[in-house]
């Protein structure tokens, strides 16, 4: 049997770390079956943020999106598994907590603030190139 294994780049955005739910958010990957392959706390610069966030320069939540990411540390997550991509995408939920599915990281755990960009704890690479890309950038 072979098996494909595959790597995706997940982020406890600051108001996940600040919020004290890093636990929580590890324990829903590891509980899902994904290996933990490396991890970091970090506090990105500029330069880290705009390229991670490249896609989004120029729409109106770029700006506070970026400010929001630079307000407190978060936690950097290498983890490995089959289809982990797409699986983490479907553990975190839909971007808007609001409507993110119950049973969600955003969907049980995101709060609206009512803010200019939404804080919904959590980031995880949207494709295989995307996933290549953001890992190289954090790791
Ligand atoms: P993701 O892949 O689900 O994280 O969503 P995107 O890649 O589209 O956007 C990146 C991040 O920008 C999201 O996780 C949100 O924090 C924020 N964001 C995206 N779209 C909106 C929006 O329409 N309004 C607000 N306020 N924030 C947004
Ligand atoms: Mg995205």
């Known amino acids: 049997m072979t098996t494909y294994v595959e790597e995706t780049l997940v982020l406890v955005k600051p108001d996940g770390v600040a919020r004290n739910l ?15 392959v490396d991890l970091k706390m970090i506090e990105p610069d500029r330069e880290l943020l705009a390229a991670h966030y490249e896609e989004h320069l120029g729409k109106p939540f770029y700006e506070p999106l970026v400010e929001f990411m630079e307000s407190g540390p978060i936690v950097a997550i290498r983890i490995a598994g089959n289809r982990v991509i797409e699986g983490f995408r479907s553990l975190a939920g839909t971007t808007d907590p609001t409507t993110a599915a119950p049973g969600t990281i955003r969907g049980d755990l995101g709060r609206d603030w009512g803010l200019a960009v939404q804080q919904n704890l959590v980031h995880g690479s949207d494709s295989p190139e995307s996933a290549a890309r953001e890992l190289a950038l954090w790791f």
């Not at 890093?22 to 933990?36: C, S, V």
């Open 22 to 36: 890093t636990g929580e958010i590890l324990r829903r990957i590891e509980a899902k079956g994904y290996q933990l």
